[in-house]
């Protein structure tokens, strides 16, 4: 699919362009946003990089990665990622906003949205995510989009000069229900 363009009420995820790159470096460059993740702070020019790999990767016939923009106002606010498995039926995601974002439901509808361009446009069978033990908010995003907490990967990153352990959660394509979280039964 290309080029990716979903929206929800607040979000857009749309491709990534050279513009972007300022305002990813404000997302990927807070030691708070990516405080969790499996990356130090970056600069602008290794998010310069990021999107000119993006850009590159959108072009590929057999896109196997979905690196895009989470936009608020077509202005970047966040990342989305979704990489496609080796068995193509399965990816895994990946998301950061802006730490001036977090808690007020953009984090589920960013998941939301990462859900329907799996589901939806790639017809795949089966999405998961990982995430530090200590990022309650991510879990509880996920679980309010379904998701499972499937568990516990010990020593699976090396990072910040330590081993971390990750908790995955999954969902299966049959037990994704499309809407805004709070319509979930």
């Known amino acids: 699919m290309h080029p990716v363009e979903l929206s929800s009420a607040r979000l857009a995820l749309r491709e990534l362009r050279t513009t ?10 807070d030691p708070e946003a990516v405080r969790h ?19 590159a990767d959108a072009e590929q016939g057999n896109r196997g990665v ?9 202005r970047l606010v966040g990342s989305a990622r979704l990489a496609v498995d080796e068995r193509p039926h399965s990816a895994q995601v990946g998301f950061a906003l802006r730490p001036d974002l977090w808690g007020q ?3 589920c509808e960013l998941v939301e949205l990462l859900l329907r361009l799996g589901f939806d446009e790639l017809g795949l069978k089966r999405i998961w995510g ?5 990022n309650q908010a991510s879990e509880s995003v996920m679980l309010r989009a379904g998701m499972v907490e499937e568990g516990r990967i010990r020593r ?3 990072t910040r000069d330590a081993w971390r352990d990750s908790i995955v959660h999954s969902i299966l394509d049959d037990e994704w229900k499309p809407g805004s979280p709070d319509e979930k039964p």
């Open 37 to 55: 993740l499996s990356f130090t702070p970056r600069t602008r020019e290794q998010c310069a990089a990021i999107v000119k790999a993006a850009i």
């Open 130 to 134: 990982a995430r530090s033990p200590e």
């Open 66 to 74: 979905y690196m895009l923009a989470v936009a608020r106002e077509d």
């Open 156 to 158: 699976h990153l090396w």
């Open 105 to 107: 439901g953009f984090g």
């Open 20 to 29: 972007d790159v300022d305002d990813l470096a404000q997302v990927y460059g």
